[in-house]
């Protein structure tokens, strides 16, 4: 089991960056998918990102469009989601998730909440116009 923490949320104007991070507790990080995800008031909960065990395969959601990086530091434990070009409508509480089970960056499945199993608690992003 992995506990996940986020941390890098905050409030920054049109344009901007910020850079989120979200640390693994154990010492089989390098075994899981990670995943970043984002959800609006009033909103479902929307993939942002995924990476693969290695980090050597990636995937975005069609609205990042270039805007996002998400890597990832296996000897930290640690998953990062780079934000820039920052729009009002990125504002949302950014969570960060993980699961054992392999390939569903490579699958497909890396877009469903339901392919993941350990979530952390989530950093809010807001974006002023």
């Known amino acids: 089991q992995v506990q996940l923490v986020e941390a890098g949320g905050g409030f920054v104007q049109t344009g901007g960056s910020l850079r989120l991070s979200c640390a693994a507790s154990?010492?089989?990080?390098?075994?899981?998918?990670m995943g970043w995800f984002r959800q609006a008031p009033g909103k479902e909960r929307a993939i942002v990102a995924a990476?693969?065990?290695?980090?050597?395969?990636?995937k975005y959601g069609d609205f990042v469009k270039g805007r996002f990086i998400i890597s990832r530091d296996n000897a930290k434990s640690t998953v990062y989601l780079q934000l820039n070009s920052l729009k009002p409508e990125d504002t949302a509480v950014y969570y960060c998730?993980?699961?054992?089970?392999?390939?569903?960056?490579?699958?497909?499945?890396?877009?469903?909440?339901?392919?993941?199993?350990?979530w952390g608690q989530g950093t809010q992003v807001t974006v002023s116009s």
């Open positions: 998730a993980g699961t054992q089970r392999p390939g569903i960056v490579s699958a497909g499945t890396y877009s469903l909440p339901s392919s993941y199993d350990y």
């Open positions: 154990g010492r089989t990080f390098s075994s899981y998918e």
């Open positions: 990476i693969s065990r290695s980090g050597l395969s990636t």
